[in-house]
């Protein structure tokens, strides 16, 4: 082998063994969608977050990663994704990695499920405060929107099984019938004046 051919085979064995990161287009942007179900949920309820992604473009987007979090811990909580794993699923925060995401992909939605019940202990009417950001080993052509929220106060007890109008009609009722009572006794008072005024008139 002549000697300017070993750099050469060397050079080659190099770039056998080299992958080139493939970049997503520049057209690619990749969004989040939340949706919480239901909204508001009470403190005891079950509770579900679906994340969805969505892009525009055509292009990989490499090492994608969706970070869930919320203000209001979650119990019994669990997480699934469409594709990947969610290495981290605590009660206030999930984290799901979610590989090389291409798009616009086969038609199949590429979401995130966080499922779980309202802390019992909390107080109606909590702000519940909801955050997903998506992030990626490369940037897409426009990480501004890449993260989104929501936000709710937490709905109280159901009008089944709390009944205010009861105890704020008794007052009103006892009123009423000590009115009535003091009513019947003016017009009482008011016939005997009557009565006497007659007789007077008559014996005159």
Known sequence: ????????????????????????????????????????????????????????????????????????????????????????????????????????GDGTAVTVTVTGTVHPGEVSGTLVQNLVGVTSSVPDADPTDNTVSNAYLTAGASAATVRPSVAADAPARGRTGRISVVVAALGLAGLAVGILLRRRRRRS
């Open 1 to 104: 082998m002549l000697p300017c051919a070993v750099p050469v085979v060397a050079a080659l064995s190099a770039l056998a063994g080299w992958v080139p990161t493939v970049a997503p287009s520049a057209a690619v942007d990749v969004v989040p969608v939340l949706t919480s179900t239901p909204f508001a949920a009470a403190p005891g309820r079950p509770v579900s977050h679906t994340v969805t992604l969505s892009g525009t473009g055509t292009g990989v987007v490499p090492g994608v990663r969706v970070t869930f979090t919320t203000t209001v811990g979650l119990d019994g909580v669990a997480a699934s994704a469409s594709r990947g794993a969610c290495p981290v699923v605590t009660a206030r925060t999930v984290v799901c990695e979610l590989g090389d995401v291409t798009f616009p």
